[in-house]
């Protein structure tokens, strides 16, 4: 959380500025322009009530002219009636404009973290990244909608005002308006204390949805309670709110002193006005009574928006720190892009050769490389297991071959086609990943498994989940395909999850194939069935198995053992196993 002003100055200075906020805008600007109108409409209508009333009072009841009382007292019920019709009109309009603008900025800010390399995700908590997109971007609501509007209805209500006081009389419309230079510098200094407080606060939330999400989760709670840590979170997420509610408290009173000053001098105005009003009556070009009365009629059409429009420029000034907090999301950089001119292969000329070419990779600049100078050639529709101790990089190459990640340097080919110039499409298409930890929607099964092919039929899905070995358990269950997994899939057991993934990918029938301990949570004998599927599947087909348990890839083609992220020893089993390197080791160990 940044508590440091001049760091979040820093920050709100690099990635806020009033051309970006208005961007945001652009594409509305002819509806927008349509609101304008019908806010300077509606302000101009609204002033006609004053001179009509100076009228009647001027000239109507001390002639005692009945036809034209009523006249002018319809005339002012006219307006009072268009001016509220126009009003209303103008805030449905610019009710929409405004979801549209941030219907627009979330799906924007959902796409580009779409397009972020795993670096990001893993180094975020979940928590942080849900507070801007839902937390941040709803607190911007109020001024794409209310405050949009407020904007608009009163500046325009003060320029329109602010003319008929001139017209009305110019001397006491400039007593009037000596009062704004003060109003606006006490509100842009309350603006600025408050401005900091907000980005502080809106932090502080992300924690306290951090904490609910890692806490509240199925996980979290068996965790919490098997440690009997249960009170001591509540602790933890007590000692947030009450940092939180102690900011809200800060964010909304900051400056209220100075505040008041503004409301009291707004309230004093009509008064201020009387006494000018009876002095200039002392002098040779005395204000009428009428006069005085429309001068009051239109402070109080004048104070009313121009107290709003101080008040916006308040909480305008404080949205800028969620803006802060959503541009610095949309200004992260995005590590791993699509080339101007992809690469696309069929997927009927798809083969399935992998080959990589003096890779190098470490996870943060200074680091020593996960993976070094790994160079191998995977012949299309041959199996190569990759195995190695733990913090050898079989996992990193695994993230390296998915395109997780970028290499450093070196190069890793599909079908002779660098990873970096296919397009993404292509690369979806031909490989097909299924992790140690594999993660399902909170849907149905049915759902989960299409998620891979939204086209395929029942039999497709079915077939697949049988190669799987999973068919016959979710066909017992009693809505079958169209059962809940559960948050994280948890109402499936770790191996039936992981099942459930390999039928997923096994569907969208991808010419290679990662298997990331993809048989870590089986036991013996359903690991030996979906083994045994697996060799049927895997005929024309390139496999690539990353494991630690050594006895699912004995029948690879290819053994590669790697060792501090080196490529140390290649082979068959056979032959590694009598070379006492680090893979006998390895099986002595097992």
């Not at 309009?93 to 973290?113: E, F, K, P, W």
Request: aromatic fraction near 6%; hydrophobic fraction near 50%; include cysteine.
């Amino acid at each position: 959380m940044t508590d440091d002003p001049d760091a979040y100055g820093e920050l709100a200075a690099r990635h806020v500025s009033m051309r970006r906020v208005l961007q945001l805008f652009v594409p509305y600007r002819a509806r927008i322009a349509g609101v304008l109108a019908l806010m300077v409409l509606a302000s101009a209508i609204g002033l006609a009530g004053p001179f009509l009333l100076r009228a009647i009072i001027d000239v109507a009841l001390p002639k005692q002219d009945l036809s034209l009382l009523v006249w002018l007292a319809g005339g002012m019920i006219a307006a009072a009636l268009a001016s509220a019709g126009i009003g209303a009109l103008q805030i449905v309009l610019s009710t929409r404009i405004g979801q549209a603008i941030l219907h627009d900025l979330r799906v924007r800010l959902y796409a580009h973290l779409q397009m972020l390399s795993l670096r990001f995700f893993t180094g975020t908590r979940s928590g942080e990244v849900q507070s801007r997109i839902a937390g941040d971007i709803a607190g911007l609501q109020s001024l794409m909608t209310e405050t949009a509007n407020e904007l608009g209805r009163s500046l325009s209500a003060v320029a329109m005002t602010a003319v008929a006081i001139l017209i009305l009389d110019w001397r006491l419309a400039l007593f009037v308006l000596l009062i704004v230079p003060v109003t606006v510098l006490i509100s842009a200094k309350v603006a600025r204390l408050r401005e900091a407080l907000t980005y502080q606060q809106q932090a502080r939330a992300a924690d306290m949805s951090a904490a609910v999400e890692e806490t509240l989760s199925a996980p979290g709670i068996i965790l919490a309670r098997t440690m009997g840590r249960s009170t001591f979170l509540t602790q933890h997420f007590a000692r947030i709110s009450g940092d939180l509610a102690q900011l809200e408290v800060r964010s909304h009173t900051a400056g209220e002193w100075q505040w008041s000053l503004i409301g009291f001098a707004l309230a004093t105005l009509p008064a201020l006005t009387l006494l000018a009003g009876g002095l200039l009556m002392q002098t040779g070009n005395p204000a009428t009574i009428g006069t005085l009365v429309a001068m009051i009629a239109l402070q109080e059409q004048l104070l009313w928006p121009f107290e709003q429009l101080l008040e916006v420029g308040r909480d305008t000034r404080k949205t800028r720190a969620l803006f802060a907090r959503v541009f610095e999301y949309l200004d992260k950089p995005v590590e791993i892009t699509e080339c101007a001119a992809p690469v696309t292969i069929p997927r009927a000329e798809m083969r399935g050769e992998v080959k990589l070419d003096h890779v190098r990779f470490a996870y943060a600049e200074g680091q020593d490389p996960a993976v070094q100078d790994v160079s191998l050639t995977i012949p299309a529709g041959s199996h190569v297991a990759i195995v190695g101790p733990t913090g050898s990089g079989k996992t990193t190459l695994g993230y390296l071959l998915a395109r997780l990640y970028d290499v450093d340097s070196g190069a890793i080919r599909f079908d002779g086609v660098d990873l970096r110039d296919l397009s993404f499409d292509t690369l979806s298409q031909m490989l097909g990943v299924v992790s140690q930890e594999p993660y399902l929607l909170n849907a149905s099964v049915a759902e989960n498994l299409r998620f891979a092919r939204p086209d395929a039929t029942e039999a497709e899905m079915i077939a697949a989940a049988k190669v799987a070995q999973i068919h016959d358990h979710v066909a017992a269950l009693p809505d079958g395909y169209d059962t809940l997994v559960g948050e994280g899939g948890f109402r499936f057991s770790g191996g039936e999850k992981q099942r459930l993934a390999l039928a997923r990918t096994i569907l969208r029938d991808p010419p290679i194939l990662l298997l990331d301990e993809a048989t870590s949570a089986l036991d013996t004998r359903t690991e030996r069935a979906m083994s045994q599927a697996l060799e049927g599947l895997s005929k024309g087909r390139t496999t690539i198995t990353i494991a630690h348990r050594l006895s699912t890839i004995r029948g690879a083609d290819l053994i590669v053992v790697m060792q501090h992220g080196r490529v140390v020893e290649t082979g068959t089993h056979a032959a590694l196993a009598a070379n006492g390197g680090v893979y006998a080791e390895l099986l002595a160990g097992a």
